[in-house]
Structure formats: structure tokens, C-alpha cells
């Protein structure tokens, strides 16, 4: 499940919330939706200036926003982010093959229907009870060609055909960390795999002071791939608070002029590390493996207030 950490989170749920069945909220003249899933208790706000657009937080931790009338809008600063690789992973409007390891309210895949429409889309989202609230408040369109599969992000990726995808999305996390067996030189080697030679990997990753994790998976990141980069907010790469990064890379040479111009336009502006300066960046840090690995650090809960 991605989750934003750089927006604050909703209300917290009230008394008799996630009953089965769900329960609903008055908010303004439409209602909440309140359910509990695999990974906690679920709910969907409805967006006060846009008229059929949500917020889903899980456990008070705003993971995705989605706007049904206009899925090309991307309200939180990290999906943007990752909405910009979307973008340059080949010229516009061209159909690609894309995965999304974690669904949320599935922003991106339905962002890349929207804007490169006839791509075909594969979606691994382990939590079962989230996957039928959302397709069931929050339809997926019909015509979008998006499969998705109930199951664990590295066994879906392993179920991925060799160089099938144009582009891999790892959007996860697991009561707001990324999980342990997602952050090794053995995943990163899965999802090479899956990727067309060429192919693009985005990932939305969350740390804080010191930044040892973020160090860790740039090392990790660039012990598989050629080509690296980092998208991030400065005082989140200054180490003044924990944030959202995402992390980009490839074979071959990544559009890295163009996310910068970008990231910098964003209405949150970002920076943009690469090459030289991102291997200084992460300070000399060891790529993880499987046996090494731990989970992302967990937010403080002044980030989700």
C-alpha cells in the first residue's frame, strides 16, 4: 500500500467505525466510507473543492487521492513525482506496460489510462479487503486495460513475464514502512528482470534524519542499475524532516534535464540528484540483500497530524 507522508492526515475514526460492511460519516453532502481491511482501518473522505474526488487514509495515514472525474490530477506531492516518470517512460500518448507493486485507490494506474490510453496495466496489492472497498466505492473505468492481483509485491513481480514492462512503480508500505523483503539487491534484480531493456523503475520511499535507509537504497539501487536519480524535497534531502523521495532508475540514461525541470515547476518544488553528486549523497552506504535487510524507519506521529 503507498502511503503519502508529506500531507497531514484526516479525521481520526469515531466510535462503532469499521463495523462490517463499513460505516458511513456525514461530511458536508457526501459521506465518508469507513472499513475496516488487511491493514487496519480504512477510510475514504471526500474532497471538499473537487466533486467526485477521495482521499484514502489507512490507519490515519493518507495513502492515495483520486479524483474519478479527472484521474489525470495528481493531488500528493510524491504521486507527481512519480506521475513526471510516468511521463518520460516514452513519448506521450504512446501505450506502455506498466507494473504498480501496491495499489492504494490505484492513482498512478488509473493516471496512466488516462494520459496513455490502450496501455495495459498490472496492479499487486496484497490487501484483499482494500482492493474490493476500493473497486467498489471508486470503480475502476471499465475500458482501462489495469489487472489486479491479491498478492504480495515480490510474488506478483515474480509472476511478471521477462521484459514485459516499459515501467515498475513500487509504491509500498505496511503500516507506513516498506517492508523489509522490498528493499534488496535481490528484488532490484526481480524487477530488472521484468523490465524491457531500457525500461524505467520508480519507487516512493520515506525517511527521516539521518537518511541512513535513503542512503542504503541509492547504494542498492545503483549495485543493479546503470542510471540513477532521486527526486526529493531539499530539507527532506537536508535531513531537516522525514519526507517522501523517489528514487528513479535505468540501463541506459535517464531524462534527468527534464525531471528537473519538472520537479522544479512542481507546486511543492523538488530537486532532482544524479550522478556524481547522488553517489556523494549517499555517503558511502552498502547495498542491502536479503539477509541484511530491514524495514523503512517509521514516521514520527507528529508527520500524519
Do not use: C
Not at 115 to 142: G, H, I, K, M, N
Amino acid at each position: 500500500m503507498g502511503r503519502s507522508t508529506g500531507r497531514a492526515a484526516g479525521p481520526k475514526p469515531g466510535p462503532g467505525a469499521g463495523k462490517a460492511g463499513g460505516a458511513r460519516r456525514a461530511r458536508g453532502a457526501v459521506e465518508a466510507v469507513v472499513e475496516a481491511v488487511d491493514g487496519g482501518l480504512a477510510e475514504l473522505i471526500p474532497d471538499r473543492d473537487r466533486t467526485r474526488a477521495w482521499t484514502l487514509l489507512v490507519d490515519g495515514a493518507p495513502q492515495s487521492h483520486v479524483d474519478l472525474d479527472d484521474p489525470a490530477h495528481l493531488g500528493f506531492e510524491y504521486q507527481r513525482r512519480l506521475g513526471h516518470v510516468i511521463d518520460l517512460t516514452a513519448p506521450p500518448g504512446r501505450p506502455v506496460h506498466a507494473v504498480h507493486l501496491g495499489g492504494g485507490a490505484f492513482t498512478l494506474a488509473r493516471y496512466t489510462a488516462a494520459t496513455r490510453p490502450r496501455s495495459t496495466q498490472q496492479v499487486v496489492e496484497r490487501d484483499e479487503a482494500l482492493v474490493r472497498l476500493v473497486r467498489r466505492e471508486l470503480p475502476l473505468d471499465a475500458n482501462a486495460r489495469i489487472r489486479v492481483r491479491s498478492a504480495d509485491a515480490r510474488v506478483g513481480l515474480a509472476k511478471v513475464p521477462d521484459g514485459w514492462a516499459d515501467l515498475v512503480i513500487a509504491d509500498v508500505f505496511s503500516g507506513a514502512r516498506t517492508p523489509a523483503h522490498l528493499t534488496s539487491t535481490e528484488f532490484l534484480a526481480e524487477v530488472r528482470r521484468a523490465l524491457k531493456p531500457g525500461g524505467l523503475y520508480a519507487a516512493n520511499l520515506a525517511d527521516g534524519p539521518p537518511l541512513a535507509h535513503l542512503r542504503g537504497q541509492i547504494a542498492t539501487v545503483a549495485a543493479v542499475f546503470a542510471e540513477t536519480a532521486l527526486i526529493a524535497d531539499a530539507a527532506v534531502l537536508r535531513g531537516k524532516r522525514f519526507g517522501n523521495a523517489v528514487l528513479v532508475a535505468s540501463d541506459l540514461p535517464l531524462p534527468v534535464a527534464e525531471l528537473t525541470r519538472r520537479a522544479a515547476s512542481d507546486p511543492h518544488p523538488a530537486r532532482v540528484e544524479h550522478g556524481r553528486a547522488l553517489i556523494d549523497f549517499s555517503g558511502g552506504a552498502a547495498p542491502v540483500t536479503d539477509a541484511a535487510a530491514v524495514a523503512s524507519p517509521a514516521p514520527p506521529p507528529s508527520v500524519f497530524r
